[in-house]
């Protein structure tokens, strides 16, 4: 393999918090700064990145990446506790359409450059067959992580990120909030109108509650009709773009937040018309749930998960349509 084949392709940042294993066989630079210098002097067909050692503001530090570059597609190598955010700045910014995507680590980050390849042609049909590659490992990564009834985060995807975020919240002093709950009475639904029925009604529910949670907030189904959500702040320090007017930003009230949309979210579960019921659809439908916040009322996310849980048993055994705060009822 020649150098010059090696340096279409670019690492930035800290090699041990991305690869898992495997060769780096690729130029590799420390910093942004260094990584526009190289764009500056040689073309670059992918370049990427270790998302948490940009600079802020990340998206200025990642435009400007791209404008001395443009042809080269970036990469962000981000841990699964910065997806959500990674997410929806993807989703709100234009000029990063078509040109940015990213990748969960750890992963092995060889580019797979045959040393054969001795003309641009055959240059151009190996990065082709690398980004294909990326692409089917982004499609399984959706598939293992993602509901595909609701297209909601999944059980899975839940045990990972539910752990990481308390952690990191306990390393900034921030606080997150789980909510579980199910819809009264769901299978009663399911029998009397069948399963179709029952499906579209899980979908509008996960609607609903994605259009009461804040961007970063993580959504996901458990499983039947059992959903949660991840309520979490995001530091002081990493300042969150919003691509939505009608989400709320985070604040120091985190808890009081988090309970104030688990209300509002059974209340437009109450009020909203559920057609496929028929005529008894409006006001038919209500859910249960409870929430527990962490520190105060866990220390880790397993404690976090069971208080959520219990919470959400005395809402039921209290007369359902109603949310509890680690026993307390609102």
Same mark, same amino acid.
């Given at each position: 393999?020649?150098?010059?084949?090696? /340096?279409?392709? =670019?690492?930035?940042?800290?090699?041990?918090?991305?690869?898992?294993?495997?060769?780096?066989?690729?130029?590799?630079?420390?910093? #942004?700064?260094?990584?526009?210098?190289?764009? +500056?002097?040689?073309?670059?067909?992918?370049?990427?990145?270790?998302?948490?050692?940009?600079?802020?503001?990340?998206?200025?530090?990642?435009?400007?990446?791209?404008?001395?570059?443009?042809?080269?597609?970036?990469?962000?190598?981000?841990?699964?506790?910065?997806?959500?955010?990674?997410?929806?700045?993807?989703?709100?910014?234009?000029? !990063? /359409?078509?040109?940015?995507?990213?990748?969960?680590?750890?992963?092995?980050?060889?580019?797979?450059?045959?040393?054969?390849?001795?003309?641009?042609?055959?240059?151009?049909?190996?990065?082709?067959?690398?980004?294909?590659?990326?692409?089917? #490992?982004?499609?399984?990564?959706?598939?293992?992580?993602?509901?595909?009834?609701?297209?909601?985060? /999944?059980?899975?995807?839940?045990?990972?990120?539910?752990?990481? #975020?308390?952690?990191?919240?306990?390393?900034?002093?921030?606080?997150?909030?789980?909510?579980?709950?199910?819809?009264?009475?769901?299978?009663?639904?399911?029998? !009397?109108?069948?399963?179709?029925?029952?499906?579209?009604? =899980?979908?509008?529910?996960?609607?609903?509650?994605?259009?009461?949670?804040?961007?970063?907030?993580?959504?996901?189904?458990?499983?039947?009709?059992?959903?949660?959500?991840?309520?979490?702040?995001?530091?002081?320090? +990493?300042?969150?773009?919003?691509?939505?007017?009608?989400?709320?930003?985070?604040?120091?009230?985190?808890?009081?937040?988090?309970?104030?949309?688990?209300?509002?979210?059974?209340?437009?579960?109450?009020?909203?018309?559920?057609? +496929?019921?028929?005529?008894?659809?409006?006001?038919?439908?209500?859910?249960?749930?409870? =929430?527990?916040?962490?520190?105060?009322?866990?220390? /880790?996310?397993?404690?976090?998960?069971?208080? !959520?849980?219990?919470?959400? =048993?005395?809402?039921?055994?209290?007369?359902?349509?109603?949310?509890?705060?680690?026993?307390?009822? +609102?």
């Amino acid at each position: 393999m020649t150098a010059a084949h090696k /340096n279409n392709h =670019l690492l930035i940042g800290t090699p041990a918090k991305v690869i898992a294993d495997g060769p780096i066989l690729m130029r590799h630079c420390r910093s #942004i700064f260094e990584g526009i210098t190289l764009a +500056q002097q040689q073309s670059l067909d992918r370049i990427f990145l270790v998302y948490s050692e940009i600079p802020e503001p990340k998206p200025q530090a990642l435009e400007a990446l791209h404008q001395v570059c443009p042809e080269a597609t970036l990469s962000l190598l981000i841990r699964m506790v910065e997806e959500p955010s990674v997410h929806e700045w993807l989703r709100s910014c234009s000029w !990063a /359409n078509g040109w940015v995507d990213y990748l969960i680590c750890p992963l092995n980050a060889k580019v797979l450059i045959s040393e054969k390849a001795t003309d641009m042609q055959a240059l151009s049909d190996i990065t082709a067959d690398v980004r294909e590659k990326d692409r089917r #490992i982004r499609e399984l990564s959706v598939l293992v992580t993602q509901d595909d009834l609701t297209d909601l985060k /999944n059980r899975r995807y839940l045990r990972q990120f539910l752990p990481a #975020i308390v952690q990191k919240a306990e390393a900034t002093d921030c606080q997150v909030t789980l909510l579980l709950f199910d819809i009264d009475d769901f299978k009663h639904y399911n029998d !009397a109108y069948g399963h179709s029925v029952g499906d579209d009604v =899980l979908r509008q529910t996960a609607k609903l509650i994605r259009r009461c949670c804040r961007d970063q907030d993580v959504v996901a189904r458990l499983g039947g009709d059992e959903f949660a959500v991840i309520f979490w702040d995001v530091p002081e320090n +990493q300042p969150h773009q919003s691509s939505a007017s009608d989400r709320r930003k985070s604040s120091r009230d985190h808890p009081r937040k988090a309970v104030f949309m688990a209300e509002r979210f059974r209340s437009e579960m109450s009020d909203t018309p559920f057609d +496929q019921l028929g005529p008894q659809g409006k006001g038919s439908l209500t859910i249960s749930g409870g =929430l527990a916040t962490f520190p105060t009322d866990a220390t /880790n996310a397993r404690q976090l998960f069971e208080k !959520a849980d219990q919470a959400m =048993l005395e809402a039921k055994r209290s007369g359902k349509n109603r949310i509890y705060l680690v026993g307390n009822p +609102q």
